[in-house]
């Protein structure tokens, strides 16, 4: 069965009857997910930042419409978690308002502008320091900085990695499953 | 069944440490109900191959990891759900060496187990490997001569266990097929049907979705049904009423909301060495011997990824494929005990992760680490961990939703964990180079959860008796990998199936 099917896109695969209805089901559900605009969890201001933020930390190449802020908005109004956390962390919820407060002090004292009005070359320094815990700014006082990076990135790499089109870039059929 | 009606056991728990004792209770005519307090499915039509759709086999009530090697819960140490955490186990079957029992005796340190290989564990290993269709070579290399064959023949071997052979041929290390409870031929069950062969679709860790592998819910669960027993799904228990003697005349447990109560001659607590202890801990119960939460141990489980020039399709056939026992007691080890070694396959979303989370790539060097996934294998070991005073779970003063404390957990590795991760960090680089990879890393991890209410022969030191009885409790038993007195050098599953089935023996002989 193997890339026989992937002649097309993968959304034909999704659509064969290579792919089971559960499996399928997962997959348009995703798919079908119209991006977040107005956010539940955060106000409209930190979601623009963790949208920046995610801008950084992912490359579209092809400018797949993957909205990757959004379930992690959604995550965080549920009071969804994904069974642990590090005790030296606060709970989510507060570790991401206390980054996104964070990233723009640390903006301000590197470059004297707001995280919005950097240049992305700038946001990656900022990041940068964020994720080598050298991030200065009085947010980050109650906040692990490495810890709480490490934290982030693996929830944006995990929901971005999570859609079909990034999985369709890096080569994974494996949705194929009968 | 009223709320008055007195069954003789209440399991808690439908893990690899709940269901198989629950069926052996059943099947000889007991009246028992199990409460579990994850949901029933039904894996042919609910599970998708989606590693994100498939969250909701993890136990995600938030736990609290401490230490210097803080442990990661959720997909990689818990589960729930009818079948707990074997609804996401890889089905590695592998079973312990008579000298994993004697830690204590051959090393001076950790503990030895009360329990004899031949008499109390290798006859149930010859029963669960007939019972659940495990698949094996023909002839195993490693540990005594076995009584019996495995089942079936084992399952293919995938792109990442045909590069361990290659590699550990160069290097003069022995492999085999790895011996996986998933079937390479149809098997009947009963109480369930027919269970398909495996597909090799590599999703053992998002779920099975046609009964290949062996996970409660389509084996010991579907058989103990098939007896008599009730399974009621989406139960939580909370707490036990008990006489004036202290045995449990009741089990408390929240249903839809409310609280419910389910009375009882016996209980038998199969919650995982996580859930195991803390309700312990929340009622103050079985715990004289001040060693629940204690003891904490989680194998070293040290990964090795790296890129091969061909495309590996690493998300296909049963990840665990081939493994080596010729680390089991190396050569002038500086450390003690020892670990096997085992070919692994990765789904994509699990990669991505662990890029992120152990490397910390982003942004242009996650995307160009990530192009490369179809080209991934990966070697990693399953090692001794000894238990120390500074590992272990304690009650935190942060509630989840229920108003129940959440479990705080210790871990840092010891200087033996060290030396022993060290020593398999090396041998793994050594077998992926010859092997042909490039771009080599490491993924460092701790798996599976040991320890917290351990089995010994003295109740000041030990939580259960080597039958799992309470010391304290009479009529309380304890089924899961909380009470191994060590950690083993192999994948528990399989022992612990094999100690509920001889604690439900003999406690039916009593």
């Known amino acids: 069965m193997e890339n026989t099917s992937l002649s097309g896109s993968v959304l034909d695969l999704i659509n064969s009857d290579h792919v089971t209805p559960a499996t399928r089901n997962a997959l348009q559900n995703r798919l079908n997910q119209p991006p977040i605009t107005e956010p539940k969890f955060f106000d409209e201001k930190q979601f623009k930042r963790l949208q920046l933020t995610c801008n950084q930390l992912i490359i579209r190449l092809n400018k797949e419409p993957i909205d990757i802020a959004g379930p992690i908005d959604i995550r965080l109004a549920n009071g969804i978690t994904n069974g642990w956390r590090y005790d030296d962390l606060p709970n989510d919820g507060e570790a991401y308002r206390l980054f996104l407060t964070g990233i723009n002090q640390t903006a301000e004292a590197l470059f004297d502008h707001s995280f919005e009005t950097i240049t992305t070359e700038q946001r990656d320094a900022v990041l940068r320091a964020v994720q080598q815990g050298e991030a200065t700014g009085p947010a980050w006082q109650n906040l692990p900085t490495d810890r709480f990076f490490e934290e982030l990135l693996t929830e944006v790499t995990e929901v971005y990695y999570s859609h079909p089109l990034a999985q369709q870039q890096i080569g994974y059929t494996g949705m194929a499953d009968q | 069944m009223t709320e008055n009606t007195i069954v003789d056991a209440v399991v808690i728990g439908t893990g690899a440490g709940g269901a198989p004792l629950l069926a052996r209770l059943a099947m000889a005519g007991l009246k028992v109900v199990v409460l579990e307090a994850g949901k029933f499915w039904k894996a042919t039509e609910d599970f998708a191959t989606d590693e994100r759709a498939q969250d909701f086999l993890f136990w ?388 599976h959860i040991i320890g917290t209410a351990r089995m010994g022969t003295d109740r000041e030191t030990a939580v259960v008796d080597p039958n799992g009885r309470s010391f304290d409790i009479p009529n309380l038993y304890i089924s899961d990998s909380s009470t191994f007195p060590s950690a083993l050098s192999v994948n528990p599953a399989l022992t612990i199936m094999a100690l509920s089935l001889r604690t439900a023996d003999n406690f039916l002989k009593s």
């Not at chain 2, 007896?227 to 006489?243: L, Y």
């Open chain 2, 60 to 447: 995600n009530d938030e736990r609290l990891s401490a230490g210097n090697d803080p442990i990661a819960f959720g997909r990689n140490n818990s589960g729930t759900g009818v079948g707990g955490s074997t609804l996401h186990y890889t089905a590695y079957t592998p079973r312990l060496q008579p000298d994993d029992l004697r830690l204590r005796t051959d090393f001076g340190v950790s503990e030895d187990w009360p329990l004899d290989y031949q008499r109390d564990i290798e006859p149930y290993y010859d029963e669960l490997e007939q019972f659940l269709g495990v698949s094996g070579p023909a002839q195993y290399p490693w540990g005594p001569i076995r009584k019996t064959s495995y089942r079936y023949g084992p399952l293919p071997v995938n792109g990442a266990g045909r590069l361990m052979e290659k590699g550990c041929r160069e290097l003069g290390i022995r492999t085999s097929p790895a011996a996986n409870a998933a079937l390479s031929a149809p098997q009947f069950q009963e109480g369930y049907g027919w269970r398909s062969a495996c597909t090799n679709r590599g999703f053992c860790q998002a779920g099975c979705n046609n009964g290949a592998k062996a996970s409660m819910d389509v084996t010991f669960i579907p058989l103990a049904i098939q007896h008599g027993a009730e399974v009621r799904a989406e139960c939580f228990v909370t707490g036990f009423e008990r006489d004036s003697q202290g045995r449990i005349t009741a089990v408390v447990y929240e249903q839809d909301g409310q609280e419910q109560r389910q009375r009882c001659l016996n209980v038998f607590l199969c919650a995982g060495a996580i859930e195991t202890p803390r309700l312990l801990l929340i009622n103050n119960v079985a715990n004289s011997s001040q060693q629940v939460g204690r003891n904490l141990m989680a194998h070293t489980a040290l990964q090795i990824w790296g890129e091969f020039e061909q495309e590996m399709q690493p998300w296909r056939g049963i990840p665990g494929a081939v493994i080596s026992e010729d680390t089991h007691r190396p050569a002038e080890a500086d450390f003690v005990g020892g670990y096997l070694l085992q070919s692994i396959g990765v789904m994509p979303v699990t990669y991505a992760s662990q890029l992120a989370r152990g490397r910390g790539l982003w942004g242009q060097s996650l995307h160009e680490a990530m192009s490369r996934y179809n080209h991934v294998a990966g070697i990693n070991i399953m090692g001794e961990c000894l238990p120390y005073e500074h590992n272990f779970l304690e009650l935190s003063d942060e509630k989840d939703s229920r108003g129940l404390p959440k479990p705080r957990v210790h871990f840092s590795m010891g200087e033996n964990e060290e030396r022993l991760t060290s020593h398999a960090n090396q041998i793994m680089r050594e077998v992926w180079a010859a092997a042909g990879a490039r771009n080599l890393w490491a993924f460092p991890r701790n798996a």
